[in-house]
């Protein structure tokens, strides 16, 4: 799946700490800008892999190590891990991912975009209600249970990308959150794949990953950024 990498290690300050990150930059030399956030794992090579997929369609995309450095393939640990997680920094991390992404010279626009995996599909959303930068949101099978989102305050429109037979989130629980952000004039198009489990889009997980489905999805994740971002 992955191409040689294209892209660079690089760091930002986010509350007084350092946070590393991955860039990756298209070959244009400029494009749109889009925050790429972590399954539960961390910052592995899988979503270095989006974020190089992203650039080659001609996008900026950064990936912020939320983890500081910790990543697992153990899912207990990856639990351990994500439920550790302080989400008033986690958020705070991806408000300070925007303003990063938003200095490199090669990003247009004054608005970027947002996509995350499971638990980064839940921070997605709550880094688009903390922080009008952003302009499109997409999350990906998003799960986190200590993650609570001020819809109100969103201003990006959102797609989301869910699976029919995720044991993870109950079908009420997408009609839900899509009834939510509908409620509070947000624009929201929700797509739930049939036939597939949560995390078919991770080609790292041959358990689950579904490459007609994957591929389906990422092109409609391009044509959502693409319409939002130019």
């Keep these: 799946m992955s191409a040689a990498r294209g892209g660079s290690a690089i760091s930002f300050e986010s509350g007084g700490q350092t946070i590393d990150a991955y860039l990756a930059e298209p070959a244009s030399g400029q494009g749109p800008g889009v925050v790429v956030v972590q399954e539960w794992w961390g910052l592995v090579d899988a979503i270095r892999d989006v974020c190089d997929r992203l650039a ?6 950064l990936a912020p190590d939320l983890y500081r450095g910790e990543r697992t393939t153990d899912p207990d640990e990856a639990g351990r891990l994500m439920m550790d997680l302080e989400i ?3 958020v705070g991390d991806l408000e300070a991912a925007a303003e990063a992404l938003l200095r490199q010279s090669s990003v247009t626009g004054p608005k970027i975009g947002c996509i995350g ?8 959303l709550a880094a688009g209600c903390a922080d009008d930068r952003y302009r499109a949101i997409i999350d990906c099978y998003g799960i986190h249970p200590n993650v609570e989102l001020d819809v109100e305050k969103l201003e990006a429109s959102v797609f989301g990308v869910f699976a029919e037979n995720d044991e993870f989130i109950p079908h009420e629980n997408v009609r839900a959150l899509e ?3 509908r409620d509070a004039g947000v624009q929201v198009e929700f797509k739930t794949f ?37």
Excluded: I
Aim: hydrophobic share 45%.
């Design 56 to 61: 080659r369609e001609g996008f900026v995309a």
């Design 88 to 90: 008033p920094r986690a």
């Design 117 to 124: 995996f499971c638990m980064g599909g839940q921070l997605a």
């Design 179 to 181: 009834t939510k952000l």
């Design 194 to 230: 049939l036939g597939v489990q949560h995390a078919f889009m991770n080609h790292a997980r041959p358990d689950v990953y579904d490459a007609a489905a994957a591929d389906e999805a990422w092109n409609d994740t391009l044509s959502f950024l693409r319409a939002e971002l130019g």
